[in-house]
């Protein structure tokens, strides 16, 4: 079996930072692109951010020049800094990672962690 286990998210100010983190663990082969994903209360889940394993960054524009995407590719982790949060950034954070498992062949499957609430608020 293969598990996301996400862990950083809380409550902070506007203008505060925080890190995330997400470690793949279980039965892995290979971990391919692993990203970062947002569901406020009421709204689709949209993504943030996400990083190939050589290391090619992408971001909403709702994150660009204030989040920070990386990996450690020997944990298997995926790391998202947040810096200068704004209410807006108020959701459920989730990790995402394209995965193979062991013994399941060569077809990458995607996974989703149970997520992090962050809340941005005075």
């Known amino acids: 079996q293969v598990q996301l286990v996400e862990s950083g998210g809380g409550l902070v100010q506007p203008g505060e930072s925080l890190r995330l983190s997400c470690a793949a663990s279980g039965t892995i082969f290979r971990v391919h692109t692993m990203g970062w994903y947002r569901q406020a209360p009421g709204a689709q889940r949209d993504l943030v951010a996400r990083i190939t394993t050589g290391d090619s960054t992408g971001y909403a524009d709702s994150g660009k020049d204030r989040f920070t995407i990386s990996r450690d590719n020997a944990k298997n982790t995926v790391y998202l800094q947040m810096n200068s949060l704004k209410p807006e950034d108020t959701a459920v954070y989730y990790c995402?990672?394209?995965?193979?498992?062991?013994?399941?062949?060569?077809?990458?499957?995607?996974?989703w962690g149970q997520g992090t609430q962050v809340t941005v608020s005075s």
């Open positions: 995402n990672a394209g995965i193979i498992p062991t013994g399941g062949g060569l077809y990458v499957r995607n996974y």
